[in-house]
């Protein structure tokens, strides 16, 4: 028998029992060959499945990160809007207080106007 199984040396064989087994052989080397086959694309069609699951999460969590970027750029927005106001709403607080203190300079010295104080 010779260590050579392709065809065309099987073919050549003299011996017919002899040509049988090699062809034996040589078929069930195709069908190992096959099965290692199917099962490495087995293996393939179950990492492109979890690929396709993490490309999805992917997209999801893109998606996830644009709506926070979008809500950080109101929040800045609205913050910066806030802080142009702050000072005006300060001087208007000011003046607010300054007019209580002066209603109340007012009706102290109406009260002390009508005890007879002035």
Do not use: C
């Amino acid at each position: 028998m010779a260590d050579s199984d392709d065809l065309h040396s099987i073919a050549k064989e003299a011996d017919a029992v002899v040509r049988i087994e090699r062809i034996t052989h040589h078929i069930q080397r195709i069908r190992e060959d096959q099965h290692a086959m199917r099962t490495a694309i087995e293996k393939m069609s179950e990492a492109v499945t979890r690929l396709a699951l993490v490309e999805e999460r992917q997209a999801a969590a893109a998606s996830a990160i644009d709506r926070l970027a979008q809500a950080l750029e109101r929040l800045d927005e609205r913050l910066r809007r806030l802080e142009v106001a702050e000072p005006m709403q300060a001087k208007a607080a000011e003046w607010v207080q300054s007019v209580l203190w002066a209603l109340a300079a007012a009706a102290a010295m109406f009260v002390a106007s009508k005890a007879g104080l002035f």
